[in-house]
């Protein structure tokens, strides 16, 4: 995110947990970031996630370079919602959460713009009850998590260094 500039707009399902999200929020100070800037709404509309991204980029057409970071593929199916992730998707692994090797991917294809389809992809993150981001150029939607990490039971300061968001 100190890379990039870019802003955190959640579509987890963690943005339907308001301490979830204030967990973000407080880990994302505590590396002296930005808190989350919104969160994509819950359609449940048969594009699933991908849906839910791209009706939140409809709502905030100032937003030119975005990526998605998540565990979950979205650029599966041939609708235009998943085809619409290509070459803005980096997936992770949802037992390991992002690795250095994805940030680096993530900063390059924001910086770019644009990209060609990657062999990972992120998503997993985003919510706020802003919902959207005005004066917002770059946007990463996040859903980054690993399961065996239990950061409801970790101290603040053990959470920064679990996901460090400067990478």
């Known amino acids: 995110l100190r890379t990039s500039g870019a802003a955190v707009v959640l579509s987890s399902t963690w943005r339907q947990d308001a301490v979830k999200t204030e967990l973000i929020d407080e880990m994302l100070r505590c590396q002296g970031l930005a808190p989350i800037v919104g969160s994509t709404a819950v359609l449940d509309g048969p594009g699933g996630r991908p849906e839910e991204i791209c009706a939140w980029l409809e709502d905030n057409p100032g937003v030119s370079n975005w990526i998605a970071v998540d565990d979950m ?95």
């Open 73 to 167: 593929d979205l650029e599966v199916g041939g609708d235009a919602f998943a085809r619409r992730m290509r070459g803005h998707f980096v997936r992770t692994d949802k037992d390991v959460g992002l690795t250095a090797e994805e940030a680096d991917l993530a900063i390059a294809m924001l910086a770019s713009g644009a990209a060609p389809t990657p062999a990972h992809a992120l998503g997993h993150l985003v919510q706020s009850p802003l919902g959207t981001a005005q004066g917002v150029g770059s946007v990463i939607l996040f859903c980054v998590h690993a399961p065996s990490v239990d950061l409801l039971g970790m101290s603040p300061e053990d959470r920064g260094v679990v996901v460090d968001f400067s990478a």
